[in-house]
Nanobody
Framework: VQLQASGGGLVQTGGYLRLSCAIS????????MGWFRQAPGKEREFVAA????????YYADSVKGRFTISRDNAKNTVYLQMDSLKPEDTAIYYC??????????????????WGQGTLVTVSS
């Protein structure tokens, strides 16, 4: 399976970005998907997850109300809409394929395949 993340960049505080992650080599609609991020000098952390059908989502408290995860199973793509960005959102963002169908598995071990990451920088 291959995951290709894109959409990162430099944005000012309060701005927005939309990340995309295209997946190939797996039956996309059979698995939940997630986004994680890793800030400089910190461990990778969970950001958001969505179940196989796209009907249920789960967010880290730090992004709840600002970020929205969605998926288009016809396009084998998952998205992360990031609004009201803050400097503390600066990180490399990774998409990942879950081992499960449901959205409430949120540890790194719950995900079997990872993209290469896309850098998001929020300036103050």
């Amino acid at each position: 399976v291959q995951l290709q993340a894109s959409g990162g960049g430099l944005v000012q505080t309060g701005g927005y970005l939309r990340l995309s992650c295209a997946i190939s080599g797996r039956t996309f609609s059979s698995y939940a998907m997630g986004w994680f991020r890793q800030a400089p000098g910190k461990e990778r952390e969970f950001v958001a997850a969505i179940n196989d059908s796209g009907g249920r989502t789960y967010y880290a408290d730090s992004v709840k109300g600002r970020f929205t995860i969605s998926r288009d199973n016809a396009k084998n793509t998952v998205y992360l809409q990031m609004d009201s960005l803050k400097p503390e959102d600066t990180a490399i963002y990774y998409c990942a394929v879950s081992r499960y169908r449901e959205h409430y598995y949120t540890t790194e071990n719950d995900f079997s395949s990872w993209g290469q990451g896309t850098l998001v920088t929020v300036s103050s």
